[in-house]
């Protein structure tokens, strides 16, 4: 693989940048050089269009900020100011730019020669993170590899925030600002940007990146941009394979957009995609692409492709896609921190800084890791507070952690930064038994799905619940609970009687319900979404109820996608629903109506047919990136799913509090 010059350079682009919390409003500081090269495969592109760009935080959708100053630069066009690549690639960006400290800045180049002739379709992208707080990238990155590589690291990071290259946006609110950030940092867990290469382990130690498929989706951006143009063949096949939707919806104009729309959509077109890449690609370790010879007519005849720009795909014919990747998701799993055994449907929480916290039952600890995969506890995990067997967690409006332990019949709690609060021999009373569900109230009030009883327990520990629990309802073997903005707790019964058993705040058994794809066994997992309508996983088939206990899914519940043997379900910012699937060692996605988004495998995550990325997946849980974390019992991981999902809010008591359950921040 090409070393592009300063690669000695070992930098993290992850960039420090000022507090969100600061009492100070943000100044727009003038900055001072940005400079390196840009390449397309191999071959430096000469006469790119270099824009750089702050994320916009005014709301989703909205144009990216330009911040060039095009009297410096003094070339402008309708996208904004830009500077120009020279020779051999290179390009300097010299106290032309201003940028706000905390924002998150990036790079967008369009154009240029990559050797074949000017490809207007050659989009390339690279993330830069916070402007510092001097505004001088200088110092945080001396040098810039922009490529297809970067490209691929930058659109799936921000891929939750992205509409397409020059629309990338949040809101502003507090929540909003940490979940762009987090993504844009994500972005170096996936490429070294000072080389523009693809890595194997994150800066951390700890996670193993899918650097394989990395390259294999940059090579399919090569294809395109080192062709001679949009009407090439290559480029013909990537664009309209890389729509909005996928198949359907707008078509890019260039490679940049196209990448986002493949993050946005892994796993649409996967064989037209894929064949894209060369017998001899760029950016090898690869994912193998035998099955298809990517020029759209499905014959398998190089021959026919009618632009000669395009190198044969040499791979033997194999029309039934057997040696395909399964999707193109990017997923990284990630280990230490003492984790070893996150093997239960509700074992995954997001604190509002984007950690995720993992119950971790036979180690008898809590795991933390950041929003970027680093392990935040000991080697031991976090312990004391009578925390044994935990099997379930959750994270309250205040950041204090909960877990329901069935080695001593008792609930834990820690702060945000893993101190026990909780006594030496937890929390009990108040009927709790083995609770195998955990949910926090707009009250900050602790629920907990108890077996034939349900108990509840104040933020401060003590029991509200009765010396026997809540009783009614139908409740027989309760595993599961969710909390609905009337404060309504939602248990999910996991029994031969299986249905979902309503209690009011107070306690009081409202009614059980049944029907709508409800059969044992499950549901093991049960979440609300925004218009208050009840979702379960149970082994056969997901269920939706209204709000009101009417089934909406069939009587045979939602089906497909992946689905074998549910076990967590979560639900993303646009609604989308997203189950764990241990029988198929997969992830599987439906749209808030119950359409079917993953393929028949569902999401094994971007490798090979045969990988073993997930093994026995468990819980699921969705941060305010946009990634989804998915605990591999079977591997002793915790898998992140990079930019596959809606951003939304976390925790999940925030949601219920400030009424945001299962929206964007």
């Given at each position: 693989?090409?070393?592009?010059?300063?690669?000695?350079?070992?930098?993290?682009?992850?960039?420090?940048?000022?507090?969100?919390?600061?009492?100070?409003?943000?100044?727009?500081e003038s900055g001072l050089t940005i400079r390196g090269n840009i390449y397309g495969g191999q071959q430096p592109i000469v006469g790119s269009h270099i824009y750089l760009f702050a994320a916009n935080t005014t709301?989703?959708?909205?144009?990216?900020?330009?911040?060039?100053?095009?009297?410096?630069?003094?070339?402008?066009?309708?996208?904004?100011?830009?500077v120009t690549s020279g020779s051999g690639g290179s390009f300097t960006i010299t106290g032309d730019y201003t940028c706000t400290a905390g924002t998150q800045v990036y790079l967008y180049a369009l154009g240029g020669?990559?050797?074949?002739?000017?490809?207007?379709?050659?989009?390339?992208?690279?993330?830069?993170?916070?402007?510092?707080?001097?505004?001088?990238?200088?110092?945080?990155?001396?040098?810039?590899?922009?490529?297809?590589?970067?490209?691929?690291?930058?659109?799936?990071?921000?891929?939750?925030?992205?509409?397409?290259?020059?629309?990338?946006?949040?809101?502003?609110?507090?929540?909003?600002?940490?979940?762009?950030?987090?993504?844009?940092?994500?972005?170096?867990?996936?490429?070294?940007?000072?080389?523009?290469?693809?890595?194997?382990?994150?800066?951390?130690?700890?996670?193993?990146?899918?650097?394989?498929?990395?390259?294999?989706?940059?090579?399919?951006?090569?294809?395109?941009?080192?062709?001679?143009?949009?009407?090439?063949?290559?480029?013909?096949?990537?664009?309209?394979?890389?729509?909005?939707?996928?198949?359907?919806?707008?078509?890019?104009?260039?490679?940049?957009?196209?990448?986002?729309?493949?993050?946005?959509?892994?796993?649409?077109?996967?064989?037209?995609?894929?064949?894209?890449?060369?017998?001899?690609?760029?950016?090898?370790?690869?994912?193998?692409?035998?099955?298809?010879?990517?020029?759209?007519?499905?014959?398998?005849?190089?021959?026919?492709?009618?632009?000669?720009?395009?190198?044969?795909?040499?791979?033997?014919?194999?029309?039934?896609?057997?040696?395909?990747?399964?999707?193109?998701?990017?997923?990284?799993?990630?280990?230490?921190?003492?984790?070893?055994?996150?093997?239960?449907?509700?074992?995954?929480?997001?604190?509002?800084?984007?950690?995720?916290?993992?119950?971790?039952?036979?180690?008898?600890?809590?795991?933390?890791?950041?929003?970027?995969?680093?392990?935040?506890?000991?080697?031991?995990?976090?312990?004391?507070?009578?925390?044994?067997?935990?099997?379930?967690?959750?994270?309250?409006?205040?950041?204090?952690?909960?877990?329901?332990?069935?080695?001593?019949?008792?609930?834990?709690?820690?702060?945000?930064?893993?101190?026990?609060?909780?006594?030496?021999?937890?929390?009990?009373?108040?009927?709790?038994?083995?609770?195998?569900?955990?949910?926090?109230?707009?009250?900050?009030?602790?629920?907990?799905?108890?077996?034939?009883?349900?108990?509840?327990?104040?933020?401060?520990?003590?029991?509200?619940?009765?010396?026997?629990?809540?009783?009614?309802?139908?409740?027989?073997?309760?595993?599961?609970?969710?909390?609905?903005?009337?404060?309504?707790?939602?248990?999910?019964?996991?029994?031969?009687?299986?249905?979902?058993?309503?209690?009011?705040?107070?306690?009081?058994?409202?009614?059980?319900?049944?029907?709508?794809?409800?059969?044992?066994?499950?549901?093991?997992?049960?979440?609300?979404?925004?218009?208050?309508?009840?979702?379960?996983?149970?082994?056969?088939?997901?269920?939706?109820?209204?709000?009101?206990?009417?089934?909406?899914?069939?009587?045979?519940?939602?089906?497909?996608?992946?689905?074998?043997?549910?076990?967590?379900?979560?639900?993303?910012?646009?609604?989308?629903?997203?189950?764990?699937?241990?029988?198929?060692?997969?992830?599987?996605?439906?749209?808030?109506?119950?359409?079917?988004?993953?393929?028949?495998?569902?999401?094994?995550?971007?490798?090979?047919?045969?990988?073993?990325?997930?093994?026995?997946?468990?819980?699921?849980?969705?941060?305010?990136?946009?990634?989804?974390?998915?605990?591999?019992?079977?591997?002793?991981?915790?898998?992140?799913?990079?930019?596959?999902?809606?951003?939304?809010?976390?925790?999940?008591?925030?949601?219920?509090?400030?009424?945001?359950?299962?929206?964007?921040?």
């Amino acid at each position: 693989m090409r070393v592009i010059a300063a690669a000695s350079l070992s930098i993290s682009f992850l960039l420090i940048g000022c507090s969100l919390n600061s009492t100070a409003p943000p100044a727009a500081e003038s900055g001072l050089t940005i400079r390196g090269n840009i390449y397309g495969g191999q071959q430096p592109i000469v006469g790119s269009h270099i824009y750089l760009f702050a994320a916009n935080t005014t709301g989703y959708g909205n144009a990216s900020v330009s911040l060039l100053n095009p009297a410096i630069t003094g070339k402008s066009d309708s996208i904004g100011a830009y500077v120009t690549s020279g020779s051999g690639g290179s390009f300097t960006i010299t106290g032309d730019y201003t940028c706000t400290a905390g924002t998150q800045v990036y790079l967008y180049a369009l154009g240029g020669n990559p050797g074949a002739g000017v490809n207007s379709a050659a989009g390339l992208l690279a993330a830069l993170g916070n402007c510092p707080g001097t505004g001088n990238f200088l110092t945080t990155v001396p040098f810039i590899g922009i490529n297809e590589v970067s490209t691929i690291a930058a659109a799936y990071a921000f891929a939750g925030f992205a509409k397409d290259a020059t629309h990338v946006s949040s809101s502003g609110t507090a929540l909003a600002q940490t979940g762009i950030r987090n993504a844009f940092a994500n972005a170096s867990n996936l490429a070294e940007i000072s080389t523009g290469t693809a890595r194997a382990i994150t800066p951390a130690g700890n996670g193993t990146v899918p650097q394989a498929t990395i390259n294999t989706l940059a090579n399919i951006l090569a294809s395109c941009i080192n062709s001679t143009g949009p009407s090439s063949t290559p480029c013909s096949i990537l664009l309209s394979n890389a729509r909005s939707s996928g198949s359907t919806g707008t078509k890019p104009t260039d490679t940049a957009t196209a990448a986002i729309n493949i993050a946005h959509n892994p796993g649409e077109n996967i064989a037209d995609l894929c064949g894209l890449q060369t017998a001899s690609p760029p950016f090898l370790p690869a994912l193998s692409c035998i099955g298809h010879d990517g020029d759209g007519d499905d014959d398998d005849d190089e021959d026919n492709d009618s632009d000669n720009s395009r190198p044969a795909n040499s791979h033997p014919a194999n029309d039934d896609g057997s040696s395909l990747p399964t999707d193109f998701n990017l997923a990284v799993a990630f280990s230490g921190g003492g984790l070893n055994s996150p093997n239960s449907a509700v074992a995954i929480a997001i604190d509002a800084s984007g950690n995720a916290w993992i119950a971790n039952r036979l180690g008898d600890n809590v795991v933390e890791y950041s929003a970027t995969g680093a392990a935040l506890s000991p080697s031991t995990g976090f312990t004391g507070g009578g925390v044994s067997g935990p099997v379930a967690i959750a994270v309250d409006s205040s950041g204090n952690i909960w877990t329901a332990n069935i080695g001593n019949n008792s609930i834990s709690k820690f702060s945000s930064t893993g101190t026990p609060i909780s006594p030496v021999n937890g929390y009990t009373g108040g009927g709790l038994f083995q609770a195998y569900g955990i949910a926090i109230d707009a009250s900050g009030n602790v629920w907990l799905a108890d077996g034939s009883a349900v108990a509840k327990f104040s933020n401060a520990g003590a029991p509200i619940s009765p010396a026997g629990g809540y009783h009614g309802a139908g409740i027989d073997n309760s595993v599961a609970v969710a909390i609905d903005v009337s404060g309504n707790a939602w248990f999910g019964d996991n029994s031969p009687l299986s249905g979902i058993s309503k209690f009011s705040n107070s306690g009081t058994p409202v009614a059980r319900y049944t029907g709508g794809g409800l059969f044992y066994p499950g549901p093991t997992a049960v979440a609300i979404d925004a218009s208050g309508n009840v979702w379960a996983a149970c082994d056969s088939g997901i269920a939706k109820l209204s709000n009101s206990g009417t089934p909406i899914s069939p009587v045979t519940g939602f089906r497909g996608g992946g689905l074998g043997d549910a076990t967590g379900l979560a639900i993303d910012g646009a609604g989308n629903v997203w189950v764990s699937n241990t029988d198929t060692k997969s992830v599987a996605e439906w749209s808030n109506s119950g359409d079917t988004i993953s393929p028949s495998s569902g999401y094994r995550g971007g490798g090979p047919v045969n990988s073993t990325i997930l093994n026995s997946p468990r819980a699921v849980a969705i941060d305010g990136s946009g990634n989804v974390w998915v605990a591999s019992a079977g591997n002793k991981t915790v898998v992140e799913f990079i930019g596959a999902a809606t951003p939304v809010v976390t925790p999940l008591a925030a949601g219920v509090k400030s009424n945001a359950i299962a929206t964007r921040p």
